[in-house]
């Protein structure tokens, strides 16, 4: 986390600082060189956003000084006429590849901010590479975004800011919320692990985000990449397979559950939750019914051979279980499969069955 925010004071003094009432020239910080890291999906949402922030920036002075005095109000017409004027020119420059105009300098060019970029936050991102080219996008992304709140703002329908305001703050970023709901709900080991391993696969691809930033692309970009998975082969008999859309659930119900909390628990957050309403029978593909078939009831004939192992009928002694005799079994190796034979509980709730939960004095011994 601590990263990221560093990144963004970076790149903010890359993109430069609040505008003045003149047409904004931008000045750039020099940033020592740095190692080179692998960019993140926080990154390139990071550049887009501050890219978009600088260019509503430009303008949030001026427009509000124009009500204070003619001169202003004058000054803010002379800026529209000429950003009228030079829209098309605008345009083109964003949305051509590698645009870069010596002769124009005031036009924007998104390769060269992204060059300052990947320089200045030391990203692995080679001119030649699919990372140099999803930084462009993110920083066009990011000035086309801010020429509609421009638009907005002018046309009365966006509140600006004023300088010096603070900004809303954020509940937390999506490891911080995960943290504080394993803290109150003391889950067993086995899950906290889970939701662990979760987070982990999630800011992989997303960034470890302010939570109220999270959209539901950042979770479907998680399940596509679940799904691209394989499990097993981890031992003797274990099918190499694709993730199951059972498992990749429940993976995403880690997430869920975590951001509900901050919903239910963080006066500033109501949601949505991206998380939820997630339709997995368009982002996983099914399962090979030749590798994973489908889950059946067993047999009576089946149970029938089952039940006639000498765990259940008989064994020569407490340590010779596997063949017949007269010794009856009286531990878990009995009874864990004949409860979930008339009850039907999984092997985890019989794992952690107590004996006070076991009614037999009733009228229908029940557990």
């Known amino acids: 986390m601590v990263r990221a925010i560093h990144a963004e004071r970076e790149y903010e003094a890359l993109i430069g600082g609040a505008a003045n009432d003149d047409p904004v020239v931008m000045e750039r910080a020099v940033v020592p060189a740095k190692l080179v890291r692998p960019i993140t999906q926080h990154d390139l949402d990071m550049l887009e956003n501050q890219q978009r922030r600088s260019e509503v920036r430009a303008w949030e002075q001026i427009y509000l000084r124009a009500d204070g005095s003619a001169e202003h109000a004058d000054a803010l017409r002379d800026q529209i006429e000429q950003y009228e004027i030079g829209a098309q020119d605008r345009l083109h420059a964003i949305n051509t590849p590698g645009f870069d105009d010596p002769e124009r300098p005031w036009l924007p060019s998104p390769t060269t901010e992204a060059r300052r970029a990947i320089e200045g936050l030391g990203l692995d991102a080679p001119a030649d590479s699919p990372a140099f080219g999803a930084v462009v996008a993110a920083i066009r992304r990011g000035y086309l975004a801010g020429a509609h709140d421009v638009g907005e703002m002018l046309a009365g329908r966006r509140k600006p800011m004023v300088q010096g305001a603070a900004a809303p703050a954020s509940i937390g970023t999506i490891s911080t919320i995960m943290a504080d709901y394993l803290a ?70 880690f997430l869920r559950a975590a951001i509900n909390y901050a919903i239910d628990s963080e006066n500033d957050f109501e949601g949505p939750n991206p998380a939820s309403s997630i339709n997995y029978d368009v982002l996983v593909p099914e399962s090979d019914p030749y590798i994973t078939p489908a889950k059946r009831p067993f047999e009576i004939g089946e149970l029938n051979k089952l039940f006639a192992h000498p765990w259940f009928t008989g064994c020569a002694s407490p340590t010779n279980i596997h063949k017949p005799g007269s010794h009856r079994l009286r531990g878990a190796e009995f009874w864990a499969p004949v409860v979930a034979l008339f009850t039907g509980c999984r092997a985890s709730e019989l794992g952690g069955l107590r004996l006070a939960e076991i009614r037999l004095d009733d009228a229908f011994p029940h557990i």
């Open 184 to 253: 109150f709900k003391k889950l067993p080991p086995k899950s906290v692990s889970e939701c662990n391993l979760a987070l982990k696969q999630f800011t992989e691809l997303a960034g470890d985000k302010p939570v109220e930033q999270i959209v539901k692309a950042d979770v479907i970009r998680l399940v596509k990449a679940l799904a691209g998975k394989v499990v097993g082969g981890n031992s003797a008999g274990s099918v190499i397979r694709p993730m199951s859309v059972k498992s990749i659930k429940k993976r995403v119900g």
